[in-house]
């Protein structure tokens, strides 16, 4: 029987293993991540152009409602381009609470005219101490209204549910903007 001479094929992969091992070392010494998706120090310390945290209410916000566990501010009553239907009406609601809380909106009525539902944005989920600015969208088909520019008064309730038992413990009832 005759042996095959490994020779070659060693050769062959520690040259592999060497050119891997190099490329990874000059890699990291000049800072480029290994994976692509990961950001590098220097795109790290690049300035952000992520909209403000919900912490930070939009400047000109108005305080809407307080209790307890809440601030509520309202900051803007608005439509989106090509979206056709709906408006926003989104409110920073605070969590002064030492409590997980569901918030959503209730009652509401826009122009005196009864709404069936606030279709999204709320409830919304708040940790203690944290902000949270998600919108409440506002659809079009359950009133007489066909745009933004024709709501005069938004009115509605603001309920506040434990997280873990989903009961309501507490309401700021009446609460009502005119943009």
Do not use: C, H
Not at 17 to 23: E, H, P
Not at 102 to 125: H, I, K
């Amino acid at each position: 029987m005759k042996k095959k001479k490994k020779g070659p094929l060693v050769a062959v992969l520690v040259l592999i293993v060497i050119v891997v091992a190099i490329v990874a070392i000059i890699s990291i010494l000049s800072g480029e991540p290994a994976d692509p998706a990961e950001p590098t120090a220097a795109q790290d310390d690049a300035p952000k152009t992520d909209p403000a945290p919900a912490s930070d209410p939009e400047p000109g916000s108005e305080l809407l409602a307080s209790n307890d566990f809440i601030d509520v501010s309202f900051e803007r009553l608005y439509e989106e381009s090509g979206i056709q239907g709906v408006a926003y009406l989104q409110l920073a609601i605070t969590n002064k609470s030492d409590r997980e809380l569901w918030v959503y909106l209730d009652r509401g009525a826009v122009n005196d005219e009864q709404l069936s539902t606030f279709l999204s944005g709320v409830p919304t989920y708040i940790m203690p101490g944290k902000t949270s600015s998600n919108p409440a969208i506002i659809s079009y088909s359950q009133l007489t209204i066909e745009s933004v520019d024709e709501i005069r008064t938004v009115e509605f309730d603001i309920v506040i549910a434990d997280r873990e038992s989903l009961s309501e413990i507490s309401r700021i009832s009446g609460v009502k903007i005119t943009p």
